[in-house]
C-alpha cells in the first residue's frame, strides 16, 4: 500500500512552521553580564558596598535573578547579592540564544520574593553556604538604570543599584 505524498508534506510542513522560538529550550534559559559604570549594594544596615559587574539570569519566561557581584575584602575574593524576581505579566527584557543573553532595552518591573549573598574566595571557592532571605521587594529595570530593593521579615533593607 502506498502512502499519499500530500498529506505527509503537509503534517511536516506543519510541525516545522508550528514551532515558536519560546519552545526551544536554549532560548528560555542564559545569562546577560555587564560590567555596570556604577553599581552599589547594602545588606540591612550595613556599610554601602561597591559592585563592579552585573547579572541578570533568566530561569524561565517570568522568573529572573538579579546580581550584583562587588569585591571582597581579601584581595581576589568576591560577594553576591542576588534578588530573585517574578514577573507574570510582563516579558524578561532578556533574549538569550544557546545560554547567552541580551538586554533589550524595555522598561521591565518584577517582584522580588527573596534575596541571597554569597562569598567567594580569591580562588573562586564559595566560603560556606549562602543566606537567603524571604523578602518583600522589586526589581525595576529603566534605559539606563537597574535598581532592586526589598524588606525582609526581620525588618532588614536590602538594595542593589546599577547604571547600565
Known amino acids: 500500500m502506498r502512502t499519499p505524498l500530500v498529506p505527509l508534506l503537509l503534517i511536516s ?36 558596598q561597591t559592585c563592579h559587574v552585573v547579572q541578570m539570569d533568566r ?3 517570568t522568573v529572573t535573578g538579579v546580581r550584583f557581584i562587588g569585591r571582597g575584602v581579601v584581595h581576589g575574593s568576591s ?17 538569550c540564544i544557546s ?4 538586554l533589550n ?3 521591565w518591573t518584577a517582584t522580588v520574593s527573596s534575596v541571597a549573598e554569597r562569598k567567594f574566595d580569591g ?14 521587594g522589586d526589581c525595576e529595570l529603566s534605559l539606563t538604570k537597574l535598581r532592586c530593593r526589598a524588606r525582609a521579615m526581620s525588618g532588614e533593607v536590602l538594595t542593589g543599584e546599577a547604571q547600565l
Open 13 to 48: 510542513l506543519s510541525m516545522i512552521a508550528g514551532t515558536s522560538s519560546i519552545a526551544d529550550p536554549r532560548q528560555a534559559i542564559g545569562r546577560f553580564e555587564t560590567i555596570a559604570s556604577k553599581c552599589q549594594y547594602r545588606l540591612g544596615s550595613g556599610s554601602l
Open 99 to 102: 545560554g547567552s543573553c541580551t
Open 123 to 136: 580562588r573562586g571557592i564559595a566560603e560556606g553556604l549562602p543566606q537567603a532571605w524571604p523578602v518583600k
Open 79 to 95: 560577594r553576591h547579592l542576588t534578588f530573585v524576581a517574578n514577573a507574570p505579566d510582563q516579558t524578561i527584557p532578556l533574549r
Open 59 to 61: 530561569k524561565t519566561e
Open 105 to 107: 532595552k524595555k522598561r
